[in-house]
Structure formats: C-alpha cells, structure tokens
C-alpha cells in the first residue's frame, strides 16, 4: 500500500521545481547512503537516533 495516492503525489510533484528536487534528493543520498550513518540507525533505538 503506497503512503499517498499516485494523484495526490503526481500533483504535489508538478508544484516543485525540478531543481529543488534534485537538491533535496542529493542531500537524502549523502545522508542515508553513508555506511556509517546507516550503521548507526541499525544500531541505535529510535529515541536515540531522533536526539541527533
């Protein structure tokens, strides 16, 4: 079961700009796709990880 309808996605998807996106996007990689911070999650408690 998707979070939002496709509708609802597609719609909020042609309100933002493409290079707003990209950026967002990027910045999501950097982030959850470092070994260590997803080590990190794995190991930590979700109180702890929302404290960082």
């Known amino acids: 079961m998707a979070l939002f309808q496709t509708s609802v996605l597609k719609a909020y998807l042609a309100q933002q700009g493409n290079l707003v996106l ?7 990689i950097k982030y ?6 997803q080590e990190n999650i794995k190991n930590s408690k979700e109180e702890q990880y929302q404290m960082i």
Do not use: L
Request: hydrophobic share 25%.
């Open 22 to 28: 990209e950026r967002a996007y990027k910045k999501y």
């Open 32 to 37: 959850f796709h470092n070994p260590e911070i």
